[in-house]
């Protein structure tokens, strides 16, 4: 059995194994198919400081080996959070994080700050890449001017782990790595969903709701590796690896890419206990390669 | 209720129909306890078109053979997969999701209880006739099709209450469609269950509404996870959008949105 443990920040996980915010709801919903304290966090629904209805029905369109989503943040407040979700999930034993966004900086600040007084939320992951709303989201990930701003500012009232989770639709991923990091962000997620679109031809109409939408599942590894790769290269905090991954195998490529720890998004509606079976295969790996530790694994691909 | 994430092996897979097939399931143990309305997310191997598992509504529980039934309409790739099966083949199912039919608990046994069912939407209401049947009910169906072939399973019908059916092109029952049936002049029954084509049971509740009968439909909204978790089946009601594959797929029209 080798040493699992990773540390994002002061975020200690018992495996790098976790799943993505928007796909695992608050991970209760999972409980039926496996014991989900054994994987080292769950990031749960991105939550905003108000009610979002989030956007009309169609809001999903199958593709080759993944998915379009146009859900829009749909999420009952951060108010409801704290008074209906967090007493039911404060006690599961491994990090639960908040995946906070927002249409203004106030907003983003507003919540990280009611999240910081919970006890039991050791981390939140800073959403400025959501694809599917009109004002924010995506808006302020996709410049590295306002994704500084807006990592600055929540620094400034949130104390614990802050992750940003960082979106792929930019020319350069790693400059906004890089200004999030000097903006105080502890570590950096990737990928957020890749901006797609389906067309139904016999009815001569768009899919979606919004007309575009999210891409995510295996569709979408390779971009997501590369971009994990390059961004490891540039950062000096710890990068959470995720898009496609749907077995041990992804994870380990994402590790030997540089990640420190992955998530598991959209695998998890293919199969609910995908991420207990790929902390079993990565430890499998480590035992196979004779590796102590998996951080003697972290961005140690050979290039040349 | 607990959700099982399970392996099921084909007991028989019957092409009723060159567009249907019914896909019968069994284990070693008992099956679970599951309710009419409810459905499964099926895992389709094989097909590199088909990424997310397949959401294909119960349509009967048969406890002595110990046996799941899935009534599956061929659309695509995948569904064209699932009538591909051969018996001992195994299956993964996510199973019982969603809620159920609401079902009188009366001693009224009296009650006139109508469901109306139309195309792969008759599916859900062969398990909701028979656990009606089971209670001591004496269920009407109304079941509508394009022609006589394509009216599935009647022989199953028959043994939970009385059927009536309409096809579009006159080759049984009354011609036309499940709306113009002339037993819904009656106007007497208590309770009108549905599912089917949006644009039929758009009528069944503009109906229903008309002469103040209580009525649920199950809705068939495009699901990717099928237990709450990626928000994406949502149908907007007046307490605004609920997750159809876990606050429904039955739902009180009450509750819904609908521009009759």
């Known amino acids: 059995m080798a040493n699992l443990n990773v540390n994002i920040g002061n975020l200690q996980l018992k495996n790098p ?32 400081i108000h009610h979002r209805e989030g956007n009309f029905y169609p809001r999903m369109a199958e593709t080759p080996s993944g998915m379009l989503n146009a859900v829009g943040l749909q999420n009952k407040g951060v108010d409801y959070f704290i008074s209906d979700i967090y007493p039911q999930i404060k006690d599961i034993d491994t990090n639960m994080i908040v995946n906070v966004s927002g249409s203004t900086i106030e907003d983003y600040i507003a919540c990280a700050e009611k999240v910081n007084d919970l006890p039991q939320i050791p981390a939140i992951e800073l959403n400025i890449s959501c694809p599917n709303v009109k004002k924010g989201g995506m808006a302020f990930g996709t410049n590295c001017q306002s994704a500084a701003e807006v ?18 639709n930019v020319t350069d991923i790693t400059e906004i ?18 901006l797609g679109m389906a067309i139904d031809a016999e009815k001569r109409k768009p899919i979606l709701s919004t007309i575009t939408g999210g891409l995510s599942g295996p569709c979408v590894k390779p971009v997501a590796l590369r971009m994990v790769w390059q961004t490891a290269k540039a950062v000096k905090i710890p990068v959470i690896g995720l898009g496609g991954i749907s077995n041990w195998k992804d994870a380990i490529e994402f590790i030997l890419a540089g990640a420190t720890a992955i998530q598991i998004g959209t695998y998890n509606f293919i199969d609910p206990t995908i991420s207990v079976k790929v902390v079993d295969g990565i430890n499998e790996y480590l035992d196979r390669h004779s590796f102590a530790s998996v951080k003697d694994l972290i961005g140690v691909l050979e290039c040349n | 209720m607990k959700k099982y994430l399970t392996d099921l092996v084909v007991s028989s897979n019957e092409r009723l129909h060159p567009n249907y097939c019914l896909l019968r399931l069994t284990q070693n143990v008992p099956l679970p306890e599951m309710f009419p309305g409810q459905f499964v997310e099926i895992k389709v191997e094989n097909s590199p078109a088909t990424f997310l598992r397949r959401p294909i509504s119960i349509n009967y529980v048969d406890r002595i053979k110990n046996e799941l039934w899935l009534l599956i309409q061929i659309v695509g790739d995948g569904t064209r997969k699932l009538s591909e099966l051969k018996e001992g083949d195994i299956v993964n199912l996510i199973y019982p999701l ?79 469609y499940v709306t113009n049936h002339s037993i819904l002049k009656k106007r007497d029954f208590d309770m009108i269950y549905t599912c089917g084509p949006k644009p039929m049971m758009v009528s069944v509740v503009n109906y229903a509404k008309q002469i103040g009968i209580s009525c649920e439909v199950s809705l068939e909204n495009t699901m990717a996870c099928g237990i709450g978790a990626c928000l994406c089946c949502v149908e907007n009601t007046i307490e605004g959008h609920i997750c159809v594959c876990k606050e429904g797929p039955v739902v009180n029209i009450q509750k819904l949105t609908w521009q009759i």
């Open chain 1, 177 to 194: 790595a890089r200004s999030v990091e000097s903006a105080g962000a502890d570590a950096v997620s990737l990928i957020n969903t890749l």
């Open chain 1, 151 to 168: 990592v600055a500012a929540v620094r400034k009232v949130y104390h614990k782990t802050l992750i940003v989770k960082l979106s792929p």
């Open chain 1, 17 to 48: 194994v976790m799943t993505a915010s928007g796909t695992f709801g608050y991970g209760l919903e999972f409980s039926d198919f496996f014991d989900i304290s054994k994987i080292g966090g769950i990031f749960v629904k991105g939550t905003t």
């Open chain 2, 98 to 176: 969603g809620n159920s039919f609401s079902i009188f608990d009366s001693q009224d046994k009296d009650k006139k209880l109508l469901l109306i069912g139309g195309g792969v939407g008759t599916a859900p209401m062969l398990f909701l006739g028979s656990k009606l049947k089971t209670l001591g009910y004496s269920p009407i169906f109304l079941l509508g099709a394009r022609t006589s072939s394509d009216l599935l399973q009647l022989e199953m019908f028959l043994q939970f209450g009385t059927v009536y059916t309409t096809t579009e092109d006159g080759s049984q029952g009354e011609k036309g």
